[in-house]
Nanobody
Framework: QVQLAESGGGLVQPGGSLKLSCAAS????????MGWFRQAPGKEREFVAA???????RVAGSVQGRFAISGDNAKNTVYLQMNSLKPEDTAVYFC????????????????????WGQGTQVTVSS
């Protein structure tokens, strides 16, 4: 059974940083897509960042230049480094994993991901 376990969320002041981790168990996702989505109160879940392998990465325009996604195949783990956080980044952040090696243009589609974590809360507030 595949499980995705997120960690690293919390409360941070505007301008601060957090690093989220998502550890997968039950199968390896090497060569397959893993990513992050978020859902703010009263809003739909939206794409944040995703990657496939070491060379294909995509980041949403709203976080471009502030957030970065990376992975560790040996640990079957994907990370989301979040810098220069803003109050509008406040949301529940979900890790997602796909059975497919998605191409760049498909990384942002939620229906391409079969596995989802429970989510971790990120709150940006002074």
């Amino acid at each position: 059974q595949v499980q995705l376990a997120e960690s690293g969320g919390g409360l941070v002041q505007p301008g601060g940083s957090l690093k989220l981790s998502c550890a997968a168990s039950g199968r390896t996702f090497s060569g397959r897509a893993m990513g992050w989505f978020r859902q703010a109160p009263g809003k739909e879940r939206e794409f944040v960042a995703a990657m496939r392998g070491s060379s294909t990465r995509r980041v949403a325009g709203s976080v471009q230049g502030r957030f970065a996604i990376s992975g560790d195949n040996a640990k079957n783990t994907v990370y989301l480094q979040m810098n220069s956080l803003k109050p509008e980044d406040t949301a529940v952040y979900f890790c997602a994993a796909s059975n497919l090696g998605l191409i760049w243009s498909s990384l942002d589609r939620q229906d391409n991901y079969e596995y989802w974590g429970q989510g971790t809360q990120v709150t940006v507030s002074s």
